[in-house]
């Protein structure tokens, strides 16, 4: 059961990737990806392995995101040129007004430090190894 | 004094020298480093018979040209590498001669240790003698490879023990009773009962200076020692079995640890997201967007009670956080108790070790004292005391002195390979009809390899530690080529066995030079470690 507040902190994730990507056009997949990451990376740069939910976090967020994604485009906070999502006006204005806020959450740093993994592809190899894992794990527990 | 060997040189177009410890020495490297080799190239250096492969030391030491043993009195022997014989003898004053040929440069080896040569009678019904001289004494202390399976050297011997000659040969080595020419005929028919025991008491005087006398108090110590001992081990038993038990509650609250902290993280992602929700609210709170087709607004929904939520699991985390405290605090407890007992065993494994070794001493002087006098029973009868005249087969006194002196080895080589704690073959005993030792009732012949191995060494060491005691000339030294990594045990047993080896072997008043492909982990301070690299 997916938590309204949880598709409020996406929204808010998603904006921070965009407005870091101002130069890019990001594909839903980087983001799907650069999200799930951002559970395996902890702010002191140390893979957090131990998090539950990271072990199923591609599919969280795949939930997720779609919401996210459509209440976004709802309120003109991005947009779409054709597979890819660009950052709106309004969207670059709330990354202004988080990072006075961030300083409680530190959100900002995370998500940036997880896009810069996303990108070089360092952590998704280890991603998609553990997402077969689960994906097993999970067939395993349905079979039985 | 000891005459060890001070240095080996291998004269190539790259040389080798090697400087010996005065007690013991481990050579080590893995196979194929030339250790094996270096061991033939010392026997070669001692006037060994065989012929050293000529290839397969140019492989090794290109462009070799000679090998030089310098010993601890300054005397060196040096041998050409060559199929024709050529080897020269430097004494300590500088003035070197040529040995003429193989036997007279093992002759001048010999001399070092004051081998001579030894003559048995053949038989007592055939007349004739055989002399042996330094090669068969070589021969019988030289312990190469303990892995070679076919029987050389003093298997070999052996093999031949059931011959008469060699037998007698064996029982010298063990008592010291020399069988030469001038008993020759006296011992086909009589010899005089003076002269006889004028040789027995100077053998058993000889013996008596070795013994200590037992005490009344040392005996009782012996008891008390026992009960001691067995009390402490109980203590010991019982302590490791409650380590064992703090062990097992250790890993079980190291795990609920564990788990409590993966929750402990997802109630931090929950609460990071959380914030992040509520700032997008903010943002978003006045926002209003109207549909261009329909004219409909639309709302940015809020988030409800987010500040009851985040209220709510920073509580759980609270929760978890305290109980995950009273963990650590339990687990901290435990570890101490853990650390306590340790102390307390090791403390106790000190107390016990000391009570074990000074038992070992204890009933070594007993054991010994007990030998001396069962064999000065079974020498001084009383028609040997009382008669001068009474007809005394010599090789009745000479069997049964080795009978007993085999038998006293037999217990030495007991304790010592129980001492190198050998999961079995430890109970060893002399097969008089075969004339070879038996370990556990298998001859030592027949031994799987790694027993084998063990077992020869311990042989060797109480028989050269025997010929010592009785004063027949023998080396100082022993060399020994890889015995524990050929040994067919577990591979546990063979790390602390080969171990209390060491420890035991570098305690010999021997030089003993040892072949290893690696070292145990233990470093004794009395060994050097000599690493060789191909």
């Known amino acids: ?144 | 004094m000891n005459v060890y060997i001070k240095s080996l040189k291998i004269k190539a177009n790259v040389d080798v020298y090697i400087e010996f410890n005065i007690n013991t020495t481990v050579i080590y490297g893995y196979t194929g480093t030339g250790k094996t080799l270096m061991f033939k190239l010392i026997e070669f250096a001692l006037g060994q018979n065989s012929k050293v492969d000529i290839v397969e030391v140019e492989k090794k030491y290109e462009g070799i040209e000679y090998v030089e043993l310098e010993f601890s009195n300054g005397i060196v022997f040096k041998r050409i590498i060559s199929n024709d014989f050529s080897g020269f003898v430097k004494m300590n004053n500088e003035t070197g001669f040529e040995s003429k040929n193989n036997a007279n440069y093992r002759l001048e080896v010999g001399n070092i240790f004051g081998h001579k040569n030894i003559k048995v009678i053949q038989a007592p019904t055939t007349i004739g003698t055989v002399t042996f001289s330094v090669p068969e004494f070589i021969n019988t202390l030289f312990f190469p490879e303990a892995r070679i399976v076919d029987d050389k050297f003093l298997i070999e011997v052996e093999g031949r023990g059931k011959e008469i000659k060699l037998t007698n040969y064996y029982k010298y080595l063990t008592t010291g009773i020399e069988i030469d020419n001038t008993s020759l005929n006296s011992a086909k028919s009589t010899v005089k009962a003076a002269g006889e025991r004028d040789k027995v008491k100077k053998f058993l005087a000889i013996f008596k200076k070795k013994i200590v006398y037992p005490k009344k108090k040392e005996l009782d110590e012996i008891e008390s020692l026992s009960l001691k001992i067995n009390e402490v081990k109980l203590r010991l038993l019982s302590m490791q079995h409650e380590v064992l038990s703090i062990d097992a509650d250790i890993k079980q609250n190291k795990f609920t640890r564990d788990r409590l902290l993966s929750l402990i993280d997802l109630y931090e992602v929950q609460i990071e997201d959380m914030y992040a929700a509520k700032a997008i609210d903010m943002f978003m709170v006045d926002s209003e967007i109207s549909c261009d087709k329909c004219g409909n607004k639309i709302k940015w929904e809020r988030g409800c009670s987010i500040d009851d939520e985040i209220y709510d699991s920073e509580g759980k985390r609270k929760d978890v956080n305290i109980t995950l405290d009273n963990l650590n605090k339990n687990l901290l407890n435990l570890q101490t108790n853990l650390y306590n007992s340790n102390n307390y065993i090791e403390n106790n494994m000190q107390e016990y070790n000391k009570y074990v070794d000074r038992k070992t001493e204890l009933d070594k002087i007993f054991n010994d004292f007990l030998v001396y006098k069962q064999s000065s029973e079974v020498l001084l009868t009383p028609e040997l005391e009382n008669s001068d005249e009474n007809e005394i087969d010599l090789y009745d006194e000479i069997n049964k002195s080795f009978e007993i002196n085999i038998k006293s080895i037999c217990k030495k080589m007991t304790a010592r390979l129980t001492r190198w704690k050998l999961p079995e073959k430890t109970d060893v005993d002399f097969d008089f009809d075969n004339f070879d030792f038996t370990f556990d009732g298998t001859a030592r012949r027949v031994l799987a390899k790694g027993y084998k191995g063990f077992c020869t060494t311990a042989m060797i060491i109480e028989l050269v530690m025997q010929m010592k005691s009785i004063g027949v000339p023998c080396f100082d030294f022993i060399l020994i080529d890889t015995i524990w990594q050929t040994a067919d045990v577990k591979e546990v047993d063979i790390v602390s066995i080969s171990e209390n080896y060491l420890k035991d072997v570098s305690k010999l008043p021997l030089q003993v030079i040892i072949f290893e492909n690696k070292v145990p982990n233990i470093k004794i301070e009395s060994c050097e470690y000599i690493q060789l690299y191909k």
């Not at chain 1, 951002?38 to 779609?66: A, G, Q």
């Not at chain 1, 309004?90 to 959450?105: A, G, I, P, T, W």
């Not at chain 1, 998500?111 to 070089?120: H, L, P, R, S, W």
């Open chain 1, 1 to 144: 059961m997916i938590k309204d507040y949880e598709v409020n902190a996406t929204c808010t994730k998603i904006a921070i990737l965009l407005c870091n990507a101002e130069s890019y056009r990001i594909s839903r997949n980087d983001i799907l990806y650069c999200l799930a990451i951002s559970d395996f990376v902890s702010s002191d740069i140390e893979m957090n392995s131990k998090s539950i939910r990271n072990i199923n976090s591609l599919l969280y967020y795949s939930n997720i995101l779609n919401k996210s994604i459509a209440k976004m485009n709802e309120h003109n906070l991005l947009f779409f040129e054709g597979v890819n999502i660009a950052p709106s006006f309004s969207c670059r204005e709330l990354y202004k007004m988080l990072s006075k806020v961030d300083q409680s959450c530190q959100l900002i740093t995370k998500v940036k430090f997880a896009y810069e993994y996303g990108e070089t592809g360092k952590f998704l190899d280890i991603y998609n190894e553990l997402y077969e894992n689960y994906l097993k794990e999970k067939i395993l527990l349905e079979v039985n």
